[in-house]
Structure formats: C-alpha cells, structure tokens
C-alpha cells in the first residue's frame, strides 16, 4: 500500500515536472483511471488530445489511440507505456489491402473506425468511433460506403443507415466472444437488469441488448437511468467506472471472459517508467500524418449526439 502511494506521488510530481497530462480509456485498470487526468471513450480522447495544452501526453490505451493523438498534436510529445499495447482489430487491415479493395469500389467512401492504423486512415475519407459512426455514414454524400475494419460495427451501422456498407472482415476478439449464451444466462442470473451492449458485439448478442452505445454512452445512460441494474457486454475495465460514478447501483459483466489483454498491459509501475524515461514515443511520417489528420478532422467536425 505504502508502496502504491509512493508510486502514485512519483508520477504526480513527474506529471508536473514535464507539464504533461495523463489520458486514459474507460477499459483501463482501475488505478490507471483513478490516476489519469481524464478518462473517455476512442471520440471523447481524440477530443482531449486536441484540446490539451500540456506540453506531453501519457496515453494509457493502445497504439492506435495513442497515435490518433500524436495524428492530431503533432507539436506535443505522445506517450504510450507499453509499447506492445495494440489492438488485435487494428492489424486486421493494412493500407495496401485496402488500397486493393478500393479499386473494387470506385465510387464509395471509405469509413476506417478509429481502430486502425495512421496508414489506414491515411487512405479513408473520414474516421469514426462506436460513439458516431451512424452520424458519420449518414454524413457522406456517397451512397455506398466501404467500412474497415470491424464488420460487427459495420453491420450495426448498416441496420440504421440507408447507404450500402460494405464491411471488412475484422472483428475485436474481446467483443466477438460474449456469446448468446452468455446473454441468455445473464439475464436469467439478473431478470430485473437493463442490457447494455457495445457495437462491436455480434448481431445476435446486440439483438438481445436494450441498448447500444460506446462506453461513455453507457457511463452517460446508467449515470440518468433509473433503473438500478444492469448487464455490461463489453470489456469489463468499463465496471470500475460505472460502479465508482453510480454506487447507489450494480453491473454485471455479459461474460467473465471479457477482457482485453492489451488494455490491461499499462500498469503504475508502467505508467511511473514511462514519465521517467519518456518513453515510449509515438510518431507517425509526416505525409501519412497529414493524411490521416484529415480523417480524423471530418470525424471531429461531426458533433457528438451519443
Ligand atoms: P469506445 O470506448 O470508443 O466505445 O471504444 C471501444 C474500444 O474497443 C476501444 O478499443
Ligand atoms: Fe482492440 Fe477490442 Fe481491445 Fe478495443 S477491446 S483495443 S477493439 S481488441
């Protein structure tokens, strides 16, 4: 416990010392949270890293958010703890497959998640998150859309936009292993409970859910609900906020199984080694850079309604 405080102290006084701010996803572990300047979901995140002015950034995500900010505050040093923090949905794509898919589609625009590479969104139109993409589809002029690279979010996307998607086969692991079964059983265990599911889920497992939102829409939904219980399917770092803002109220994970070892990579020791050392640096080549940044700018300019 002793131990914990100082670590905490050190990284406090770190922080200052190198003006730098601390930003953490809602799937992170607890103390990383509890530590971080501001918590949020991929959108809320992106937002901060453009309105933040520190001099240097500590993303305790995954590569790809980390990098997202070092797209967008090119002049700010971004940091990510753990190197091997990536995304398993992100590597599912790569900017030369797409590039080939493309010219099977000529007249489409092209939505990449967020969860993606600075090279692949360097080649699409515009980004989106779990919070926007509806919005960001129905935003296009195009009437059809190739969608990289989750195809559950795409398929979601699909059953609430007029335009033809046209999904990419990838698929967050984390997501894609809350079964029916574990709905089904969740539901029984907590009758009473209200289901919130994320958009990267299957279809099935969405269709069993009351609602579907990114994390911080369901920190937002069970925060002015009244209902008192309710069943989270998507990764279960989301608990420790949902219960720490609500304690008046329960959750239960959809499936003990779900969780994100890459979120999970960042711990305090991690986190203090990365401000001592400035490590590890994340920047993207200048003339992907610039390409991406326009992706992630459309997306950013569209405003937020969940
Ligand atoms: P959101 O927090 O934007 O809903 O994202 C989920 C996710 O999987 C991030 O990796
Ligand atoms: Fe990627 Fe899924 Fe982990 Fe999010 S939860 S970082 S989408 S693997």
């Not at 809602?26 to 933040?52: C, H, K, P």
């Not at 692949?120 to 926007?132: L, P, R, Y």
């Not at 059953?159 to 692991?173: A, F, L, Q, V």
Request: negative net charge.
């Amino acid at each position: 416990m002793q131990d914990i405080r100082k670590t905490i102290e050190r990284i406090n006084e770190l922080k200052h010392m190198r003006n730098a701010v601390i930003l953490a996803h809602n799937y992170e572990r607890g103390e990383i949270q509890d530590v971080a300047d501001f918590t949020g979901d991929s959108l809320g995140l992106s937002q901060q890293a453009v309105q933040q002015k520190a001099d240097v950034i500590v993303f305790c995500g995954v590569h790809f958010m980390a990098e997202s900010a070092a797209i967008l505050s090119p002049h700010k040093t971004v940091l990510l703890p753990e190197l091997h923090a990536g995304c398993p949905m992100a590597s599912m794509v790569t900017a030369g497959a797409m590039r080939e898919e493309k010219k099977k589609y000529p007249e489409a625009a092209v939505v990449c998640y967020v969860n993606s590479t600075a090279e692949v969104k360097a080649e699409s139109d515009i980004c989106c998150t779990s919070a926007n993409a509806i919005e960001v589809v129905n935003s296009l002029n195009e009437e059809e859309v190739l969608f990289v690279p989750d195809r559950n979010l795409a398929d979601y996307v699909a059953r609430n936009t007029d335009k033809r998607i046209i999904p990419w086969n990838g698929h967050c692991p984390t997501h894609n292993q809350i079964l029916v079964s574990d709905m089904i059983k969740a539901r029984k265990a907590h009758p009473d409970a209200e289901v919130l599911a994320h958009p990267e889920c299957r279809r099935e497992v969405l269709d069993l859910s009351d609602k579907i939102y990114s994390t911080t829409g369901m920190l937002d939904h069970a925060g002015r609900s009244a209902t008192k219980e309710f069943i989270v399917a998507t990764e279960k770092g989301i608990l420790h906020k949902l219960e720490k803002d609500n304690p008046g109220k329960k959750f239960y994970s959809a499936s003990d199984f779900a969780v994100c070892p890459d979120m999970k990579a960042i711990d305090l020791d991690a986190l203090l080694l990365s401000l001592e050392k400035m490590q590890h640096i994340i920047s993207v080549p200048e003339d992907v850079r610039v390409r991406a940044k326009l992706a992630l700018d459309r997306m950013l300019a569209i405003k937020r309604n969940r």
